[in-house]
């Protein structure tokens, strides 16, 4: 077996469970907050090398959620008060 092939199939088996935890995470997320999934994956897509990237996705969509202002508005608010 190649060194390549090797190292593929290794990753492929490290990053399998949590491609799939992530995207019940996001739906989870989508669901609480009543935003897309499409909304919750960009947001988490941006925050994903922070360690707390759910719990910012989620408070960024929920913000959103309780001020009645779009995704991009709390995004705003979120980064202006880091």
Not at 26 to 51: E, M, N
């Amino acid at each position: 077996m190649s060194k390549l092939l090797f190292i593929s199939r290794y990753l492929k088996a490290i990053l399998a469970p949590y491609s799939v935890w992530d995207a019940r995470k996001l739906v989870y997320i989508s669901t609480k907050t009543g935003h897309s999934y499409d909304d919750a994956y960009r947001l988490w897509k941006r925050f994903c090398k922070h360690p707390e990237a759910y719990r910012i996705t989620f408070l960024i969509l929920d913000n959103a959620r309780l001020q009645g202002i779009s995704v991009e508005q709390a995004l705003r608010y979120y980064q202006g008060s880091i």
